[in-house]
Nanobody
Framework: QLQFVESGGGLVQPGGSLRLSCAAS????????IGWFRQAPGKEREGVSC????????RYADSVKGRFTISRDNAKKTVYLQMNSLKPEDTAVYYC???????????????????WGQGTQVTVSS
């Protein structure tokens, strides 16, 4: 019933930009905080960003602050992650996930995220 579909990933050169989209179906997006996570080969999954359900408070991992921007459009049931100044270390599979209410204080915390997308590949390479 509940599903997220990520899109917008691809191959980009260092310094380039991509915008990821996370489209929800089967539920009302405005009831949930939405987080973006990523997992690179050989590394643990880490939190990237989160946006709350109503007041739209945002949080970012230190590694992406100043480069990534999260936003949401509840009417379109879509959350976006604008990624600028991309680096090779940003290469990973990116996932969106939903949890009720607000974002955790720690963006890396995965508890409470009940619904996950299947991921989209982002590769940053020259």
């Amino acid at each position: 019933q509940l599903q997220f579909v990520e899109s917008g990933g691809g191959l980009v050169q260092p310094g380039g930009s991509l915008r990821l989209s996370c489209a929800a179906s089967g539920f009302t997006l405005d009831s949930y905080a939405i987080g973006w996570f990523r997992q690179a080969p050989g590394k643990e999954r880490e939190g990237v960003s989160c946006i709350s359900s109503s007041v739209r408070i945002t949080r970012y991992a230190d590694s992406v602050k100043g480069r990534f921007t999260i936003s949401r459009d509840n009417a379109k049931k879509t959350v976006y992650l604008q990624m600028n100044s991309l680096k090779p270390e940003d290469t990973a599979v990116y996932y969106c996930a939903a949890r009720p209410g607000y974002c955790p204080i720690d963006v890396h915390r995965e508890s409470g995220y009940d619904y996950w997308g299947q991921g989209t590949q982002v590769t940053v390479s020259s």
